[in-house]
């Protein structure tokens, strides 16, 4: 489908304009009950939920809004990449929340297009589009995070179904989680050509999920466990042994995403608030305040997040006009893990002593969220591919340097 000219556009905007007021629920436009909201995951947790968000995430989802660019016959809007842009400047434009946050949206559902049969997409797809499945990422595992080709959690044919021992950590929200995405070893005399990929319902017997308290106090990390788990054929996406080939492009999507939510005010950054508007408060006007250095650095920080996401919108549109995302992810996900580290501590700076704070009489709000946000962003450089591997894949694919001899 040929993207609409500029005239057809604006007509499209103004009926998108019109649409969204009318679906978004009046509980969510009180400034003060927004901030009470996290973001929506959807989920088998939700259904029947009469909550304002999930409202407001079915309505949109009705429409195929939260995926506009997927095919309608799996739930998508069937919209061009130019009417989707529209959808996001308009939800922008108008302040609304995200509809929906999703593994499935981000990740999945792509290598779903691309790689799964007809019954798969049929039957995953258009559950990612209604929010009725939260995914998880089942792929690090202890002693191969970032060598991941050296995974060991076997899954063994055993002709009418499949049999899965192992473990996975890290396994973002996996104890929210309904369905698993994972990398499992079919053939243990191979490496990368041994891997396969399946789904897993985390609701099958021998599935065990712990999370992983962190130093910011959180625990969106788990440890995942896999003992005797039997799953259906059908639940292999791709060849067996041919899952590496996924697994790569599912990261580079991930990586993709994570990236654009690392955009200041972003909350993969894991810092809440302008770093502007905080440092204006505690420490002064950016652009009038005393300690010349601090406003050196918070202003190269804003002129760097500038860049990132122009950097970040020149890549999708290549992706779209191409075949996806492509290597080029990895150089916007290190940058942007760098970036986002250098906010939070800037952050942290221009509190001064406010910066010092945990909980207790005088220290909450931006305080707290500061000093927890900074804590967090320590992750930044390991989640989605490590600052290490991203700067090899850089390096080899990018840059197409010979391996050290």
Known sequence: ???????????????VRKELAAMYPPELRDPKAKTDYEAVWGGRA???????????????????????????????????????????RELAAGKYRSPLASFGIWMLG?????????????????????????????YS????????ASLATKCEDKGDHWLINGSKIWTSYADKADWCFCLVRTDTSKKH???????????????????????????????????????????????VNGGWEIAKR?????????????GEGGSAGGASGDLATIAKQYAGDVYEMSDIELRSKITTNKMNFQALRQ???????????????????????????EFAKE???LMVEALGHQGLGWEGEGFEGPEILAVRGWLRTKANSIEGGTSEVNLNVIAKRVLGLPDPK
Request: include cysteine; charge should be negative.
């Open 250 to 262: 599912l990261l580079q999507y991930e990586r993709q995403n994570i990236s654009a939510g690392f």
């Open 46 to 88: 939700f259904e029947g939920s009469d909550d304002p968000q999930i409202v407001w995430m079915k309505r949109m989802a009705a429409k195929g809004w939260t995926t506009p660019t997927w095919p309608k016959e799996y739930g998508g809007a069937g919209l061009t990449a130019a009417q989707a842009r529209v959808i996001d």
């Open 110 to 138: 792509p290598v779903l297009l691309e790689y799964a049969n007809e019954d798969q997409k049929k039957e995953h797809l258009p559950r990612i589009v209604q929010g009725q499945i939260r995914w998880c990422q089942g």
């Open 193 to 239: 050509e041994g891997i396969s990929f399946v789904l897993i319902d985390m609701k099958t017997p021998g599935v065990e999920t712990r999370p992983i308290p962190l130093i910011s106090g959180e625990s969106p990390f788990c440890e995942t466990f896999f003992t005797d788990v039997k799953i259906p054929k059908e639940n292999l996406v791709g060849r």
């Open 1 to 15: 489908m040929a993207d609409f000219g500029a005239t057809e556009l604006d007509a499209f905007a103004a009926e």
């Open 343 to 345: 906010r939070s501590e």
């Open 141 to 148: 595992e202890p002693g191969a995070g970032s060598d991941l």
């Open 311 to 337: 950097t970040i919108a020149r890549s999708a549109a290549e992706s779209k006009a191409g075949n996806g995302p492509s290597a080029t992810t990895s150089i916007i996900k290190y940058a942007a893990a």
